[in-house]
């Protein structure tokens, strides 16, 4: 899954890779543009971005499989201590 910040606002792309999540940004937009772009999908935090899990779900289909899919990558991330409240870290990847 991934969040495409080369685009205003953000979108969530890939919906269907639950094996990774990252958010694309172009290398020389400045992180003030790049916390704007993303909006109610997360927040900026340093090297990396909070992102809204709510969010990340409504993006994804409406099916059950995804779905459990979805909450699997959720608590992967959480036994690595990457989920803090209703957020999930991702790496931020400078394209």
């Given at each position: 899954?991934?969040?495409?910040?080369?685009?205003?606002?953000?979108?969530?792309?890939?919906?269907?890779?639950?094996?990774?999540?990252?958010?694309?940004?172009?290398?020389?937009?400045?992180?003030?543009?790049?916390?704007?772009?993303?909006?109610?999908?997360?927040r900026?935090?340093?090297?990396?971005?909070?992102?809204?899990?709510?969010?990340?779900?409504?993006?994804?289909?409406?099916?059950?499989?995804?779905?459990?899919?979805?909450?699997?990558?959720?608590?992967?991330?959480?036994?690595?201590?990457?989920?803090?409240?209703?957020?999930?870290?991702?790496?931020?990847?400078?394209?």
């Amino acid at each position: 899954m991934q969040i495409d910040a080369n685009q205003q606002p953000a979108v969530v792309t890939d919906v269907d890779d639950l094996r990774r999540l990252e958010v694309l940004a172009p290398a020389d937009l400045p992180d003030a543009d790049l916390a704007a772009r993303l909006g109610q999908l997360g927040r900026l935090d340093g090297d990396h971005v909070r992102l809204s899990v709510a969010h990340l779900r409504q993006a994804g289909p409406a099916d059950a499989g995804w779905a459990q899919g979805f909450d699997g990558m959720i608590a992967y991330a959480g036994s690595k201590g990457w989920v803090e409240g209703d957020a999930v870290r991702a790496h931020v990847v400078r394209t």
